[in-house]
DNA sequence: ATACTTGCAAATGATTTGCCAGTGT
DNA sequence: ACACTGGCAAATCATTTGCAAGTAT
């Protein structure tokens, strides 16, 4: 509901934007290409390199998982696409303004919980007021205790 | 120089005490385990496994990395250790109680900063406020742009 | 035509595991 | 003695890289 006071990243309204976006660094649209966009817009939230290379469970066609890591990067660099990492498990990918939530994790149960709006502004304001810095716990999560884990001991 | 206002963890007085505690719980003094111990205590910061298999640069003698790995998860396991992500390097070891400043990183040009005392605490509150999680930002990271690169663009 | 890209295999880096010989207690 | 450990090799997992063949522009 609240419209958010940072600058808004690349946000592409459409597959056709993030096409263009590759046509404009003279990047070729190929089909392996075009599968991993396709991947991230069919996905519900941020998804592993070996789900994109997998079809999404199948929904969409499978693809070389070396060459979908390959694209993954390179759409990174342009801003398209951004990365997380949650916990130990491997990278998830998304579309840079997509599912662009901070995440909080409790190392003991594994529960976890995404921080929006006013809730993630607030920390991110305190962190800046702390250290100066600008962060957006969405490459590295933040981790600690959730509250019934914290009573427990 | 501020005293930390929160309860301080484990913090072992000296090696000896952590023997004792692997004593207690029917665990081995073996000469490896005690080599790890004497790395993470003669260690000036969070050490990677490699470098306290390594000997920490030739201070200690060396010993194999799969075991020190293993040394290490016990340890933690008991509470005695603790390790930490910084980007997407190797993980890093500490005793407990020991090097536990959070830390932030720039994900631009790499600048680390630790977050200590009254600034860490400060962090630590926004979090709790804005979803109740208590988090140390010692395992994973805080990464976001650090003053300098968050003002280029 | 000519780069940019792919797919496949092999390489890497970090961490884990199987196993049997070695050793604290 | 006996169970816990260490050392070493081999296995995993996630990710990267080398290269020859394929293809978008």
Same mark, same amino acid.
């Given at each position: ?6 600058? /808004? ?12 976006? =590759?046509?404009?660094?003279?990047? &070729?649209?190929?089909?392996?290409? &075009?599968?991993?966009? %396709?991947?991230?817009?069919?996905? $519900? ?5 070996? $789900?994109? #290379?997998? +079809?999404?469970?199948?929904? *969409?066609?499978?693809?070389? =998982? ?8 390179? *759409? $990174?660099?342009?801003? /398209?696409?951004?990365?997380?990492? /949650? ?28 921080? $929006?709006?006013? !809730?993630?502004? #607030? ?5 800046? !007021?702390?250290? +100066? ?8 999560? =933040?981790? +600690?205790?959730?509250?019934?884990? !914290?009573? %427990?001991?």
């Amino acid at each position: 509901m609240t419209v958010s006071h940072h600058a /808004v990243p690349v946000h592409l309204p459409s597959l056709v934007a993030a096409l263009g976006t =590759l046509r404009a660094q003279g990047l &070729r649209i190929s089909s392996a290409r &075009r599968l991993v966009l %396709e991947a991230l817009f069919a996905a $519900e939230g941020p998804v592993t390199a070996d $789900e994109v #290379a997998g +079809g999404l469970d199948g929904r *969409l066609p499978a693809s070389d =998982l070396a060459s979908v890591y390959r694209n993954l990067d390179t *759409l $990174e660099a342009l801003g /398209v696409v951004r990365h997380v990492h /949650v916990g130990h498990g491997p990278g998830l990918y998304a579309l840079a303004g997509r599912h662009e939530t901070g995440y909080v994790a409790c190392d003991r149960c594994g529960t976890r919980v995404a921080l $929006e709006g006013d !809730a993630l502004a #607030a920390v991110g304001d305190a962190v800046r !007021a702390a250290c +100066g810095f600008a962060c957006a716990f969405d490459h590295f999560p =933040l981790v +600690g205790r959730c509250p019934d884990c !914290a009573a %427990e001991r």
